[in-house]
């Protein structure tokens, strides 16, 4: 979604779209975009839409975003998720990740939860099986992994 150069630290980022009863919801539109590793976002840039399989996975590669100032405090590094499926309400959040000194009080966005632990994920190596998929997206190194689960309400 949003490369940079060879020697950028890339991930992984994978999940599942669920409905409230962990059932996968098949088909689901997945919208994503984030700043750049330099916190700068651009409206043509590090945004992409897909459509979850028949599953409800999705998955990309991107660079890890970069933290950008909003009035004297920095924003944590996050991305952005739009999830959209006929009968279900629209889910709309952001996408943490943990160890960032900017979550939670420290971030001078009091209403992008950014303390709530459902949206703060761990950022891993990968597994085989990742390694497997990400060789399907990408041909250079990716050593992070990030897995996040939308979930859907009627």
């Given at each position: 979604m949003c490369l940079g150069t060879s020697d950028d630290d890339y991930m992984f980022v994978k999940g599942t779209v669920y409905d409230v009863h962990c059932h996968p919801v098949l088909g689901a539109s997945v919208e994503v975009w984030q700043a750049d590793k330099t916190g700068l976002y651009y409206h043509d840039r590090c945004r992409v839409q897909f459509t979850a399989d028949r599953q409800g996975k999705f998955s990309f590669v991107t660079?890890?975003?970069?933290?950008?100032?909003?009035?004297?405090?920095?924003?944590?590094?996050?991305?952005?998720?739009?999830?959209?499926?006929?009968?279900?309400?629209?889910?709309?959040?952001?996408?943490?990740?943990?160890?960032?000194?900017s979550l939670g009080a420290n971030d001078p966005c009091d209403t992008c939860n950014s303390g709530s632990t459902d949206l703060i994920m761990d950022i891993r190596a990968p597994t085989a099986d990742d390694l497997v998929q990400i060789a399907q997206l990408v041909t250079f190194p990716v050593n992070k992994v990030v897995e996040f689960n939308p979930v859907m309400g009627h």
């Amino acid at each position: 979604m949003c490369l940079g150069t060879s020697d950028d630290d890339y991930m992984f980022v994978k999940g599942t779209v669920y409905d409230v009863h962990c059932h996968p919801v098949l088909g689901a539109s997945v919208e994503v975009w984030q700043a750049d590793k330099t916190g700068l976002y651009y409206h043509d840039r590090c945004r992409v839409q897909f459509t979850a399989d028949r599953q409800g996975k999705f998955s990309f590669v991107t660079t890890l975003p970069g933290k950008y100032l909003l009035g004297y405090y920095y924003r944590p590094a996050h991305i952005h998720y739009r999830v959209t499926a006929p009968g279900y309400r629209e889910v709309v959040t952001q996408l943490y990740f943990t160890h960032d000194d900017s979550l939670g009080a420290n971030d001078p966005c009091d209403t992008c939860n950014s303390g709530s632990t459902d949206l703060i994920m761990d950022i891993r190596a990968p597994t085989a099986d990742d390694l497997v998929q990400i060789a399907q997206l990408v041909t250079f190194p990716v050593n992070k992994v990030v897995e996040f689960n939308p979930v859907m309400g009627h």
